[in-house]
């Protein structure tokens, strides 16, 4: 069926997987970003204690995925926040700010006990639009 390829989406600079999974995916108009950790291209956790600080690297992350597949923060339909500590969201909610402007997603936010990377107290995953 046309515009229902799938493709996958590895960008040069970002960390390698830590598991079987990519940057992200398209499959017809959307775009399934995978969850974007805080951490440079080896791996190393960026931002420290500072949760704003990790929110505004794993959105950096994020942006290079999304101009990879042709895509914007405005075109962001959903995202999922898992945050280590709750009471976060509103340094979160500064930086996403940010990056998103006056385009709000859907957004859900989950509490979780741990994230993949020591220290890393945020992730976040989103779903976009993409035109045609």
Same mark, same amino acid.
């Given at each position: ?14 960390? /390698?997987? *830590? &598991? ?11 775009? @399934?970003? &995978? ?10 956790? !960026?931002?420290?204690?500072? !949760?704003?600080?990790? =929110?505004?690297?794993? @959105? ?9 597949? %042709?895509? &914007?923060?405005? #075109? *962001?339909?959903?995202? =999922? ?5 709750? #009471?976060?969201?509103?340094? !979160? ?5 940010? @990056? ?6 859907? &957004?859900?936010? *989950?509490?979780?006990? /741990?994230?993949?990377?020591? %220290?890393?107290?945020?992730? *976040? ?8």
């Amino acid at each position: 069926m046309p515009g229902r390829e799938r493709e996958e989406f590895r960008v040069e600079g970002l960390n /390698e997987p *830590i &598991s079987h999974y990519t940057d992200a995916v398209r499959f017809g108009d959307l775009l @399934f970003v &995978s969850g974007i950790a805080p951490v440079d291209e080896n791996l190393n956790l !960026v931002g420290g204690d500072d !949760v704003g600080a990790q =929110t505004r690297r794993l @959105f950096e992350n994020m942006d290079r995925i999304l101009q990879a597949a %042709g895509a &914007s923060f405005t #075109d *962001i339909l959903k995202v =999922t926040v898992y945050l280590t500590d709750v #009471d976060d969201r509103h340094a !979160v909610d500064v930086v996403r700010r940010e @990056f998103f402007g006056d385009t709000r997603p859907a &957004s859900t936010l *989950i509490g979780i006990a /741990e994230l993949a990377v020591p %220290g890393m107290k945020v992730e *976040i995953d989103a779903v976009a639009g993409l035109r045609g």
